[in-house]
Nanobody, 124 residues
């Protein structure tokens, strides 16, 4: 029903910034809450941030509060993750995901469609 493609990852120095984008195809992007997750090498997938269907409500992991901002532009079928003050421990593959209901929490199992991920590497 919806396909997701992440972009914007790359190599950045600690303290720098990066903005990830998740482009969605499909008619009903605005119906889907969207989340960002990440998975570092050798670690389990971790919740980062999520946003409600209309963009009026957000959730953040404690580890990124004050540094990362999730937003969406439904007219462009795109969700963003602005990452500031990046740390080495932010290094991971970042995935966007859609929930087919109204859920925008931290449980990865509640999300129904995932992108392929984009690598973010922060050098120390």
């Amino acid at each position: 029903q919806v396909q997701l493609v992440e972009s914007g990852g790359g190599l950045v120095q600690a303290g720098g910034s990066l903005r990830l984008s998740c482009a969605a195809s499909g008619r009903t992007f605005s119906n889907y809450p969207m989340g960002w997750f990440r998975q570092a090498q050798g670690k389990e997938r971790e919740f980062v941030a999520a946003i409600s269907r209309g963009g009026g409500n957000t959730n953040y992991a404690n580890s990124v509060k004050g540094r990362f901002t999730i937003s969406r532009d439904n007219a462009k079928n795109t969700v963003y993750l602005q990452m500031n003050t990046l740390k080495y421990e932010d290094t991971a593959v970042y995935y966007c995901a859609a929930n087919f209901g109204v859920y925008y929490g931290s449980d990865s199992d509640a999300y129904d469609r995932w992108g392929q991920g984009t690598q973010v590497t922060v050098s120390s």
